[in-house]
């Protein structure tokens, strides 16, 4: 991976809102959500989602199907994938005992999606907010 595509993908992250959006989708897995409910989900005006979804597809870290009238968005795991591996392929210079911690959560990462009705933990963390 390109130098530039990392900062550019970690630049589009490193916004609350846009990182809320590419957590909730990676939780929606390659399915992807509608715009309406990723809106619904994270109590964000359509105008304002719709700028988050623009930086978030520019750094080419989520994709978006026209299906009917919706138009559903999703992670681009590839480009996800590369970028945690950009951050990660020289981790500790080979001594596996110091990147203990990032094998374990890498360990405890699922791809179960979540149970019919599981909240979305930053939806209730918008809640208390408001």
Known sequence: MEL???IRRLSALAQESRLAVFRLLVKAGPEGRAAGEIARALFTPANTLS????????AGLIRARREGRSIIY???FDAMGELLVFLTE???GGRAEMCALLAQA???ATCTPP????RHETSA???RRR
């Open 51 to 58: 700028a988050q979804l623009l930086v978030l597809a520019n």
């Open 4 to 6: 530039s595509d990392a």
């Open 125 to 127: 963390r918008a809640r």
């Open 106 to 108: 890498t360990s405890r």
């Open 74 to 76: 999703a992670i681009n």
């Open 115 to 118: 149970k019919t009705g599981e």
């Open 90 to 92: 020289d981790c500790c």
